[in-house]
């Protein structure tokens, strides 16, 4: 029976986690084993490091890995090898070699109204974000120097590391609209202009697709300028994360962005959001990027995917029924907490 590590970590990643399992079993019952871990700041409390030895070697051995979010104010002045963030999520995309961050950004018809953005903006959203997840100024060499006292970060990429997610990116977009849109700085850093040398150079592998290039000051105005233009967006690791944050409000709410980070054979499975420690234990958290992200996880790690479509499906169908999480409640709207609202999903499927 394949084997999903699963990584509640801390703050609301507590609560949305069991969720996401309960509907997963809902709809796949007796398929999978579940066995969970610490990481983040919960390992750290328990064993002093975020990412345990046991924990890396259970992600290492499982056939998928689902992880709500890690951090938290209480770590923030420990050493930064030691945090939540860089002590537990960069290694274990490192080992795991999990190069391919994928965020899909679709607007669901009932969470039109929802958006900052006018409607007419927003309506036709459905665009994917391709981030390269292992390399760049996050892995790069970094320190500080004393005389005179400075701080550097190093931005190095391999050919290699660039040509397998662009790849990605086309055989994605193969399968959508066929439309690839690489971001880069190319007017200033060298590193984007061998990026964007390498995506040339793929694209033509895949002469059905077109590429074009964005500046990512661009990319991020025409996000919210003009949004329905994009079909599959792939950039690089810094550039990314800010890119995927700010199309998480297209949606509504960064509550609604599930995410998949893949390396071909294993995929790790987490909502977009943080651990909003602010609101942790009071079941206010928005559980469906958590669960959106399971569903990706059946899809994409078990070849389910009509139990993906499923959960995807109750989800459209509890939003258009009027329910709502408190991070996405108007006037009129029905709130749920965390525990209700997933009540909700498996009563929909």
């Known amino acids: 029976m394949p084997e999903i590590a699963v990584l509640p970590g801390d703050g609301i990643g507590r609560e949305i986690i069991p969720e996401a399992v309960a509907v997963v079993q809902a709809v796949a019952p ?27 070697a259970a992600c290492l051995a499982a ?6 979010a890690v951090g938290g104010p209480q770590w923030d002045t420990l050493p930064p090898a030691r945090r939540p963030e860089l002590g537990a999520l960069l290694p274990l995309r490192k080992q795991l070699e999990l190069y391919a961050n994928i965020r899909p950004v679709r607007v669901q018809k009932a969470l039109v109204g929802a958006s900052t953005l006018k409607a007419e903006v927003v309506e036709k959203v459905d665009l994917v974000v391709m981030r390269e997840l ?24 391999t050919e290699d590391e660039i040509r397998r997610i662009v790849r990605l990116a086309f055989l994605w977009a193969r399968e959508r609209r066929r439309r690839v849109c690489s971001v880069d700085k ?9 990026w964007r040398e390498i995506a040339e150079d793929e694209g033509r592998n895949f ?3 077109e590429l074009t290039h964005m500046y990512v000051d661009n990319a991020a105005m025409q996000l919210v300028r003009r949004p329905e233009q994009f079909d599959v967006i792939v950039t690089e690791n810094m550039f990314g994360d800010i890119l995927t944050d700010l199309a998480s409000m ?23 959001h943080g651990s909003a420690p602010d609101i942790a234990g009071r079941n206010l958290a928005n559980p469906l990027a958590a669960i959106l992200s399971a569903a990706m996880m059946l899809k994409y790690s078990f070849d389910l995917t009509a139990e993906s479509a499923r959960i995807e499906k109750a989800v459209a169908d509890v939003l258009a029924a009027g329910w709502r999480p408190a991070d996405l409640a108007g006037p009129g709207d029905r709130v749920l907490g965390t525990r209700e609202l997933g009540a909700k ?3 929909a499927l």
């Not at 398929?31 to 328990?46: M, N, P, Q, S």
């Not at 002093?48 to 890396?56: D, I, K, N």
């Not at 056939?63 to 709500?68: M, P, S, T």
């Open 207 to 209: 002469p059905d697709v």
């Open 186 to 194: 190319a007017n200033i850093l060298e590193s984007s202009r061998f």
């Open 63 to 68: 056939d998928a890995v689902l992880l709500g």
């Open 250 to 272: 297209l949606s509504g709410s960064i509550g609604m962005l599930p995410s998949a980070s893949l390396n071909g054979k294993k995929g790790l499975y987490e909502p977009a």
């Open 345 to 347: 999903v498996r009563e």
């Open 134 to 157: 292992t390399g760049g100024l996050y892995f790069g060499e970094k320190g500080r120097r004393t005389a005179p006292r400075a701080a550097y970060d190093t931005l190095i990429y």
């Open 30 to 56: 007796d398929k999978f084993t579940w066995r969970e871990y610490l990481v983040g700041g919960a390992a750290i409390d328990a064993t002093g490091s975020p990412l345990p030895p046991e924990t890396l």
